[in-house]
Each structure stands twice: as structure tokens, then as C-alpha cells.
């Protein structure tokens, strides 16, 4: 089945760790994104990619860090200098530039302990 | 900037009743939009997306359109059902930037 799998489910990080949240698609689409769920508001863009080696900031970069070295696989690191991740993180893809329709993977629910 | 409202934030119905969810932009230089489904705890489901050269979109009891003079959607259930419970999201992409801006979603529930 194709589709976009995120791990893992729940993620605790201690204060002052990084940690990498894992993203991986095999819809064969180019562009894939980070965001970013706090209850009651919408999804905030955290960092976008359309093509292998390139990736752009979304609204709310600072703290976190991407690579996209292959086109199945974007991670997503949260760095210590994030000073509140505790949040839901959702990656989608989209085939192409980015101008169709967007899916989701499952989310990582990450909490600060 | 793109802004999104999605009134009402909550909608309780009983089932069998069609109801319509409502989405707005501050920006109405929409270039497409995309409604989805999501359940507590899971990840986004697209439902509809409405594409730029489209007024709507509809599969089995859902139609979504889009009125691009206003900035404003909206998604028509037929016939809901108790699994229809959920929170329903918009997403739009305007004529200017690269990605979608979201609604923050109205939490429907369908009593039985």
C-alpha cells in the first residue's frame, strides 16, 4: 500500500535533547512538509521540500532542522534551542511542485518531560 | 498574510441532518483548496480538493465549493451519520505563496 508512515507514534524528549522524528513516503512524490498542531489552532508549516537536496523555512523554522538526502525520506530534527515542542507533528507530500492535492502520514505526538 | 476562519469552531447534530461547515480566507486570491477529515489523535484525510479552474467538488454525501470572489468554502454533508465525528479542516493555497494556509477546523459531533 502507498502511503506516508511517521515514527514513531509518541516521542518524550528531556530538556536539552535533540530528537528526530522520522518521515518516509513511497507515494513517489517530490515535495513533503513538517508541520506543526497545537490544540485549537491550525497547522502551522514548519519546513517544506520539493526536491532532493533542497529544502525551504516554513512560519516557524526556528529550532527545528531537515535534510531530505532521498526523495522517500524527510526528517525532521527538534532541537534543544526549541523552547516549546511539546506539540503533534504532522508530515504530508504532494505529488509534483506541491500544487495538488496533499496527504498526510499518521503524526508523532512529541511531549517534554 | 493569508489568514483562515472556520465557523462554527463546534457543531453538534442529530444524525440524519445535513449540515455545512464554513470556511473564510482574508486573502480571496485563492488558487485551490482542500477540505480534510481528522480524528483525535490520527493524522489529516483528504476528503475533497478543489482545483484552480473548479467552482466544486463532490464524493458520495460531500460537496465542497469554493467562491474565489468572496474567499470563502464550504462543505455540505448529506445524511450524517455517527461516523461522521470528527474535525473537519480547510486548507487553501493562494495565487501568491507555495503552500497551504489551515483553517483551525470545526469539531463536529453526530449524535445517534
Known amino acids: 500500500d502507498g502511503g506516508i508512515t511517521q515514527s514513531p507514534k509518541y516521542l518524550f524528549r528531556k530538556e536539552g535533547q535533540n530528537v528526530t522524528l522520522s518521515c518516509e513516503q513511497n507515494l513517489n512524490h517530490d515535495a513533503m512538509y513538517w508541520y506543526r498542531q497545537d490544540p485549537g489552532q491550525g497547522l502551522r508549516l514548519i519546513y517544506y521540500?520539493?526536491?532532493?537536496?533542497?529544502?525551504q523555512k516554513g512560519d516557524i523554522a526556528e529550532g527545528y532542522s531537515v535534510s531530505r538526502e532521498k526523495k522517500e525520506s524527510f526528517p525532521l530534527t527538534v532541537t534543544s534551542a526549541q523552547k516549546n515542542p511539546t506539540a503533534f507533528y504532522l508530515c504530508?507530500?504532494?505529488?509534483?511542485?506541491?500544487?495538488?492535492?496533499?496527504?498526510f502520514g499518521p503524526g508523532t505526538r512529541l511531549t517534554v518531560l | 498574510k493569508q489568514e483562515v476562519t472556520q465557523i462554527p469552531a463546534a457543531l453538534s447534530v442529530p444524525e440524519g441532518e445535513n449540515l455545512v461547515l464554513n470556511c473564510s480566507f482574508t486573502?480571496?486570491?485563492?488558487?485551490?483548496l482542500q477540505w480534510f477529515r481528522q480524528d483525535p489523535g490520527k493524522g489529516l484525510t483528504s476528503l475533497l480538493l478543489i482545483q484552480s479552474s473548479q467552482r466544486e467538488q463532490t464524493s458520495g454525501r460531500l460537496n465542497a465549493s469554493l467562491d474565489k470572489s468572496s474567499g470563502r468554502s464550504t462543505l455540505y454533508i448529506a445524511a450524517s451519520q455517527p461516523g461522521d465525528s470528527a474535525t473537519y479542516l480547510c486548507?487553501?493555497?493562494?495565487?501568491?505563496?507555495?503552500?497551504?494556509?489551515f483553517g483551525p477546523g470545526t469539531r463536529l459531533s453526530v449524535l445517534p
Open positions: 486573502d480571496s486570491a485563492i488558487y485551490n
Open positions: 486548507a487553501g493555497r493562494d495565487n501568491y505563496g507555495q503552500n497551504f494556509v
Open positions: 504530508a507530500s504532494t505529488y509534483g511542485t506541491g500544487l495538488g492535492e496533499q496527504f
Open positions: 521540500s520539493q526536491i532532493v537536496n533542497d529544502f
